[in-house]
């Protein structure tokens, strides 16, 4: 187990070099899905549309190198 862990810290590591940054309205929208609130809500929040919600999010996806909403907030808190 410790092995695993040790080897995920790693991956994290390296991963933590070749991201690109984040621009704050992507840390924004984080933080909406870090409080649980959906697409609709977090445009609702930002006073933005859903669609662009959707957008950033892809975004964020692809800079941290994540695929799920979940795997989003174990890399952003990282």
Same mark, same amino acid.
């Given at each position: ?5 040790? #080897? !995920?810290? +790693? *991956?994290?590591?390296?991963?933590? !070099?070749?991201?690109?940054?984040? %621009? ?7 933080? $909406? !899905? #870090? #409080? $649980? ?5 977090? +445009? %609702? *929040? ?5 669609? @662009?919600?959707? @957008?950033?999010?892809? @975004?964020?996806?692809?800079?941290? *190198? !994540?695929? #799920?909403? $979940?795997?989003?907030?174990? @890399?952003?808190? %990282?």
């Amino acid at each position: 187990m410790e092995r695993l862990c040790q #080897q !995920v810290q +790693a *991956q994290h590591s390296s991963l933590a !070099v070749r991201r690109e940054p984040l %621009t704050a309205r992507e840390h924004e929208i984080i933080r $909406g !899905v #870090q #409080q $649980g609130l959906m697409n609709k809500e977090i +445009a %609702t *929040q930002l006073s933005i549309s859903d669609k @662009t919600v959707k @957008t950033h999010l892809s @975004t964020i996806f692809r800079k941290l *190198q !994540v695929r #799920q909403r $979940g795997h989003l907030l174990s @890399t952003a808190l %990282t």
